[in-house]
């Protein structure tokens, strides 16, 4: 079966579906987007990936394409047309077709919208949790407006190529000796103490939905959690150190370049988050 793509108000094979050529997102990244994971037909975090959505069309002055509630409909009916219970499901919004140029186009230019899906299987993700992941550090090179979700992520792509190369699952990023963020996920570490450390939020990180869920539930835990700027040389001697985004959930690290993390081993902190999170997530 064909994968099925939204695109401006018709539903096609994904191998047919396309954006005109001087569309904005295809010229200067002149879009937001984002990714909502699903499980058993239901969307988890669905309401903060909205907010955070409208946040970022607002930041950048792109009209909505529709309201909420249709939006909606039209994620409904992307996981019908491609039969998935158990997705990704991908949005893009973006300023829309105009001639070349670097000027914003005439008000009233209608907004472009693309929704894709594709299969998740929780299984891999479970498996790779278990295990832990490695990761390497990279500078961060991004600008310096992360906190709106574009689609400019050629920055990011780069740091997570030389992960791949190393054999890594992830890049932290680096910027001024402090670790920000990775090029796809938030970083936390835990200190000798047992608190969770993670950068706050603020224009130099995006504002992970996964991660705001994850600060719930160690609330609910009586985990201390402290938002502030950690080191790499930190991160390296933490007791454990972890990832979260939406198709990570929480993501053991066990070795940030080379360095082995703790004992090497997911550890238990990060363990009892990842199973909590999950449990929260799809409750709603």
């Not at 579906?17 to 987007?33: K, L, N, P, T």
């Amino acid at each position: 079966m064909p994968r099925i793509a939204y695109v401006n108000g018709r539903y096609l094979p994904q191998s047919r579906a396309s954006v005109h050529v001087e569309d904005r997102g295809y010229q200067f990244s002149d879009s937001v987007y984002e990714v909502c994971i699903v499980m058993d037909g239901g969307y988890w975090d669905l309401e903060g990936h909205l907010a955070r959505l409208e946040r970022s069309l607002g930041a950048l002055k792109i009209a909505a394409p529709m309201d909420r509630a249709a939006l909606q409909v039209v994620m409904k009916e992307i996981l019908r047309r491609n039969r998935l219970k158990n997705a990704l499901v991908y949005m893009q919004v973006t300023r829309g077709v105009a001639p070349r140029n670097h000027s914003f186009p005439p008000e009233g230019t209608p907004p472009s919208l693309v929704v894709t899906a594709r299969r998740f299987d929780i299984r891999q993700s479970d498996a790779r949790a278990e295990k832990g992941v490695a990761v390497i550090s990279q500078p961060d090179i991004r600008w310096g407006r992360v906190d709106i979700k574009t689609t400019g992520l050629l920055p990011n792509a780069l740091a997570k190529q030389a992960a791949s190369e190393a054999g890594a699952y992830e890049a932290l990023l680096v910027r001024d000796g402090h670790v920000t963020e990775c090029s796809s996920s938030n970083a936390w570490i835990i200190d000798e103490t047992g608190a969770l450390i993670t950068h706050p939020k603020a224009e130099a990180i995006l504002g992970g939905i996964t991660r705001q869920t994850v600060i719930a539930c160690a609330e609910e835990l009586q985990i201390k959690v402290i938002e502030r700027p950690f080191t790499l040389e930190e991160a390296k001697a933490a007791k454990e150190a972890f990832l979260t985004s939406a198709s990570s959930f929480v993501m053991p690290v066990i070795s940030i370049d080379g360095t082995r993390i703790g004992s090497g081993s997911p550890g238990p902190v990060a363990r009892r988050l990842r199973e909590a999170y999950k449990a929260k997530a799809a409750n709603g």
